[in-house]
Structures are given as structure tokens and as C-alpha cells.
T-cell receptor, first 113, second 115 residues
Framework: AQSVTQLDSQVPVFEEAPVELRCNYSSSVSVYLFWYVQYPNQGLQLLLKYLSGSTLVKGINGFEAEFNKSQTSFHLRKPSVHISDTAEYFCAVIRANDYKLSFGAGTTVTVRA | DAGVIQSPRHEVTEMGQEVTLRCKPISGHNSLFWYRQTMMRGLELLIYFNNNVPIDDSGMPEDRFSAKMPNASFSTLKIQPSEPRDSAVYFC?????????????FGPGTRLTVL
């Protein structure tokens, strides 16, 4: 079985400050990892993904994440946030021998001026 | 491409009525997923189709829920009869490869309210 834990349900942050959203997973086999963003009243949109290769992954809108296999983590970071980054962020994991994408509970990021 | 298209965007119905949600995946994508999102349970996978064939429907809550994919460009999720606890946002997603081991492209969702 696999599970995805997003350690923070709410993250308030000031504009132009850095942000880190934490994600840990548990799996006995190799995994593929994703971060999705959901803006209010919209569907989910892919921010970035790790399938293989370099453990540092860069995505859209200045976000990046680092896959740490030993710590089973895939934390999302952005060095300087904008008001428009206010949204809910979901970490998701799929096992290499499976097809089910498991989502974390989500982290709501609120960016204040 | 227009992306994944879902209709209706909002549906309000009364308990006991039949509800049909529709999805048009991105052309050329052969995997299709239906998800339900609620505050209490987050995002749950309801059913997964590959090449129009249902592969896993273990997430479908009960017999009141059914899903079909008659062709590569259309899928429906039906609830009959509907109950207030079915109120949620239902998302359809498609992926270009089998099993969704790559980006899943989500539609805008259908917000269902059952009174």
C-alpha cells in the first residue's frame, strides 16, 4: 500500500517570501511523484513531476521540488511567491507497478501583501 | 486543444433524482479517470478506463454509481438515485499513456449538489 502525507494543511505567507510545502510518502516499490495546483473553482493543473533522472525537478511558475529517496520526501519550494500563487497544492504518488494516483490531503497556500 | 471538457459545470438536484455527468477527454488520450473531491475525503479515484474499457471500478461508492465510456471521446458518470451525501465536485481526467504514469489532465469539474 502507499500513502501520501502533506504535513501542513494551511500555509500563510507574505508576498515575495519563500515557501516550502512538505510531502512524504510511503511505498515498498519505486514511485513516480507529482505536484498539482488547484486554483479556486478550477480543476487540478500539473506543477511538476518526477519520473526518473535528476532528483531536482523544476516546474512551472518558478516552483521546484526535490526527490529524496532515503527520506521518502518530495518537498515543493518557491523562492519568492506572488499573490497569484494563492491556491491549494496537492502532492500525488503512483507506484511504478500500479496505475492509481494517490493524492495527499492538500496544502492551502494563502499569499498576503 | 480545448483540454478535458466536462458538463454540466454545476448541477443541483433533489434526492432520488438521476444525475448524469459528462466528460470529453483530450483527443488521443487513452486513459480516463473519474475522481470525486470532498472536504472530508479529499480526492478519491472512482473509476479508471483504458482504451474505453473499465480497468478498476473499486472506488465506485456503491451500486447507485455507474460509469460508461462508449467511445474514445466520451464518458459518463451516472448516479441513480442520488443522495445528499453524493454532493461533491466530480473531476474527469485523461492521460496519454496507459495507467496514468505521467501527467493527468483534469477537467474543470462538475459541482453536484443534492438537496
Amino acid at each position: 500500500a502507499q500513502s501520501v502525507t502533506q504535513l501542513d494543511s494551511q500555509v500563510p505567507v507574505f508576498e515575495e517570501a519563500p515557501v516550502e510545502l512538505r510531502c512524504n510518502y510511503s511505498s515498498s516499490v519505486s514511485v513516480y511523484l507529482f505536484w498539482y495546483v488547484q486554483y479556486p473553482n478550477q480543476g487540478l493543473q500539473l506543477l511538476l513531476k518526477y519520473l526518473s533522472g535528476s532528483t531536482l525537478v523544476k516546474g512551472i511558475n518558478g516552483f521546484e521540488a526535490e526527490f529524496n529517496k532515503s527520506q521518502t520526501s518530495f518537498h515543493l519550494r518557491k523562492p519568492s511567491v506572488h499573490i497569484s500563487d494563492t491556491a491549494e497544492y496537492f502532492c500525488a504518488v503512483i507506484r511504478a507497478n500500479d496505475y492509481k494516483l494517490s493524492f495527499g490531503a492538500g496544502t492551502t497556500v494563502t499569499v498576503r501583501a | 486543444d480545448a483540454g478535458v471538457i466536462q458538463s454540466p459545470r454545476h448541477e443541483v438536484t433533489e434526492m432520488g433524482q438521476e444525475v448524469t455527468l459528462r466528460c470529453k477527454p483530450i483527443s488521443g488520450h487513452n486513459s480516463l479517470f473519474w475522481y470525486r473531491q470532498t472536504m472530508m475525503r479529499g480526492l478519491e479515484l472512482l473509476i479508471y478506463f483504458n482504451n474505453n474499457v473499465p480497468i478498476d471500478d473499486s472506488g465506485m461508492p456503491e451500486d447507485r454509481f455507474s460509469a460508461k465510456m462508449p467511445n474514445a471521446s466520451f464518458s459518463t458518470l451516472k448516479i441513480q438515485p442520488s443522495e445528499p451525501r453524493d454532493s461533491a465536485v466530480y473531476f474527469c481526467a485523461s492521460s496519454p499513456i496507459a495507467g496514468g504514469k505521467d501527467t493527468q489532465y483534469f477537467g474543470p469539474g462538475t459541482r453536484l449538489t443534492v438537496l
